[in-house]
C-alpha cells in the first residue's frame, strides 16, 4: 500500500514565493520519476516540472527561471519552490510520483496526489 499526500499552497500575492511538498509512504522501494502538473479551470493538466532518480530537472518554458523543483529520497518526498509567482500561475498542483513498490514482489505503478490550490492575486 503507498500513500501519497500534498502540502502548502495557498493564497499568495504576485512576485511572492510558496513551496510544495508531495511526501509518499508505505511499502516504498524505489521512487523514479517525481513530477508537478497543474491544471486550471478550463485548461488541460500539464507538466510543470520534472526530477529523475539522479537529480537531473527539466522545466516548462512557463516557469524555467521561477520554479525549482527537488526530492529527498530519504523522506520520498519531491517539492516544487515557487518563486516570483505571476496570476497566470493560478492552478490546482498535482504531483505524479512513479514509484517501485513492494508486493508480492516489485512492480511499478504511477500515483496523483490530491492536488493543491495556489491562486496568485494581482
Known amino acids: 500500500q503507498v500513500q501519497v499526500v500534498q502540502s502548502g499552497g495557498g493564497l499568495v500575492q504576485a512576485g511572492g514565493s510558496t513551496r510544495l511538498s508531495c511526501a509518499a509512504s508505505g511499502t516504498i522501494f524505489r521512487i523514479d520519476v517525481m513530477d508537478w502538473y497543474r491544471q486550471a479551470p478550463g485548461n488541460q493538466r500539464e507538466l510543470v516540472a520534472s526530477?529523475?532518480?539522479?537529480?537531473?530537472?527539466t522545466y516548462s518554458d512557463s516557469v524555467k527561471g521561477r520554479f525549482t523543483i527537488s526530492r529527498d529520497n530519504a523522506k520520498n518526498t519531491v517539492y516544487l519552490q515557487m518563486d516570483n509567482l505571476k496570476p497566470e500561475d493560478t492552478a490546482t498542483y498535482y504531483c505524479y510520483l512513479n514509484i517501485r513498490a513492494r508486493g508480492a514482489g516489485l512492480y511499478y505503478q504511477n500515483y496523483w496526489g490530491q492536488g493543491t490550490q495556489v491562486t496568485v492575486s494581482s
Open positions: 526530477i529523475n532518480s539522479s537529480g537531473g530537472t
